[in-house]
């Protein structure tokens, strides 16, 4: 049973319920147009006679099925449907699946926006479908986004709580290319450019928030706590002011490097008045210099600051 039809495609294949797309848009496969409410309905249907069972996630109740063209997920709150998701193969804009590609594609979602069922939009229950099919794969963008699409993978990529490592690939070659919107973001109408973002599965590389230092008198200092302390205090240091006070930078190769995203920004230690080294982000300044980036985003670990707590003094004092 197919779910959308063929002009469908001309969106993003991962489509949260956007301003970008009329109700006439959502069409089930005889053309009727539902609207987000009415097409959840439509889609629940479906689901209802694979599986009626559900599971509990973060507040939400999952009915999963699978089925020939995809996997799908109704979502309820308090027993009543609130969202849907269809979930399959990473696919061109013609549906064709690629080869060797180990990870899915959102290949629909829908938010009840009203009448038939409630409101739900503005609640965060598509971030929620996203970050429980990336516990599980992982997950693709399409080969073009919408602007809000657009907008929602950017909110991914700078996600405080969950620190999302998106990175982008070709998923021709399979080569990873540099998250920037010059090579992934293509206009409608150009010819697809094969460039998807992906998150791996879990959501990162490695557990980032654990990433941890010791003391000679085993005192241990974490990076969660470090960017907890930092907040939301953003600067724009100068590139090459900064790179001209630090040591060599220890990078792990070309590939991580242009992966790096600068949406982060970097955590650098500051005493004496000098930059001393980079705390966390080695790779994104790396990636900053040799992009001749004029500044770049920072938070700045100052140890002269008499409000910095003493463990910190202690435990980067020192050189890194």
């Given at each position: 049973?197919?779910?959308?039809?063929?002009?469908?495609?001309?969106?993003?294949?991962?489509?949260?319920?956007?301003?970008?797309?009329?109700?006439?848009?959502?069409?089930?496969?005889?053309?009727?147009?539902?609207?987000?409410?009415?097409?959840?309905?439509?889609?629940?249907?479906?689901?209802?006679?694979?599986?009626?069972?559900?599971?509990?996630?973060?507040?939400?109740?999952?009915?999963?099925?699978?089925?020939?063209?995809?996997?799908?997920?109704?979502?309820?709150?308090?027993?009543?449907?609130?969202?849907?998701?269809s979930y399959g193969?990473?696919?061109?804009?013609?549906?064709?699946?690629?080869?060797?590609?180990?990870?899915?594609?959102?290949?629909?979602?829908?938010?009840?926006?009203?009448?038939?069922?409630?409101?739900?939009?503005?609640?965060?229950?598509?971030?929620?479908?996203?970050?429980?099919?990336?516990?599980?794969y992982t997950l693709?963008?399409?080969?073009?986004?919408?602007?809000?699409?657009?907008?929602?993978?950017?909110?991914?990529?700078?996600?405080?709580?969950?620190?999302?490592?998106?990175?982008?690939?070709?998923?021709?070659?399979?080569?990873?290319?540099?998250?920037?919107?010059?090579?992934?973001?293509?206009?409608?109408?150009?010819?697809?450019?094969?460039?998807?973002?992906?998150?791996?599965?879990?959501?990162?590389?490695?557990?980032?928030?654990?990433?941890?230092?010791?003391?000679?008198?085993?005192?241990?200092?974490?990076?969660?706590?470090?960017?907890?302390?930092?907040?939301?205090?953003?600067?724009?240091?100068?590139?090459?002011?900064?790179?001209?006070?630090?040591?060599?930078?220890?990078?792990?190769?070309?590939?991580?490097?242009?992966?790096?995203?600068?949406?982060?920004?970097?955590?650098?230690?500051?005493?004496?008045?000098?930059?001393?080294?980079?705390?966390?982000?080695?790779?994104?300044?790396?990636?900053?210099?040799?992009?001749e980036e004029e500044?770049?985003?920072?938070?700045?670990?100052?140890?002269?600051?008499?409000?910095?707590?003493?463990?910190?003094?202690?435990?980067?004092?020192?050189?890194?």
């Amino acid at each position: 049973m197919k779910l959308l039809m063929e002009q469908w495609r001309k969106y993003l294949d991962e489509i949260e319920v956007h301003d970008s797309l009329s109700h006439s848009d959502f069409k089930d496969q005889t053309g009727n147009s539902q609207g987000p409410s009415g097409f959840i309905l439509w889609a629940k249907e479906g689901v209802d006679k694979v599986n009626t069972e559900r599971i509990s996630y973060d507040g939400l109740e999952l009915q999963t099925a699978v089925m020939e063209d995809a996997t799908k997920i109704i979502a309820y709150i308090e027993g009543k449907p609130v969202a849907y998701v269809s979930y399959g193969a990473v696919s061109n804009l013609k549906g064709e699946p690629f080869s060797g590609i180990d990870g899915v594609m959102i290949q629909t979602i829908a938010v009840a926006d009203g009448p038939p069922l409630e409101n739900h939009r503005g609640e965060g229950i598509a971030k929620k479908l996203y970050a429980y099919l990336i516990e599980k794969y992982t997950l693709f963008s399409g080969a073009s986004q919408t602007p809000e699409s657009k907008g929602f993978w950017n909110s991914l990529r700078t996600d405080k709580d969950k620190n999302y490592n998106v990175r982008a690939m070709d998923v021709e070659t399979k080569e990873e290319v540099p998250v920037e919107d010059s090579v992934v973001y293509t206009k409608e109408g150009d010819d697809p450019n094969n460039i998807y973002l992906f998150i791996p599965k879990g959501g990162q590389a490695e557990d980032w928030r654990e990433t941890s230092w010791t003391g000679p008198d085993d005192e241990r200092v974490d990076i969660g706590q470090v960017v907890d302390y930092l907040g939301d205090n953003v600067v724009e240091l100068n590139v090459s002011e900064l790179s001209s006070q630090l040591p060599s930078l220890p990078t792990q190769g070309a590939e991580r490097i242009a992966a790096a995203s600068l949406d982060h920004p970097v955590i650098v230690v500051k005493s004496g008045g000098q930059y001393k080294y980079i705390l966390d982000g080695n790779h994104r300044l790396q990636k900053a210099i040799d992009t001749e980036e004029e500044t770049i985003k920072a938070k700045v670990l100052d140890l002269d600051n008499p409000e910095t707590p003493e463990v910190f003094k202690r435990m980067f004092g020192g050189a890194a």
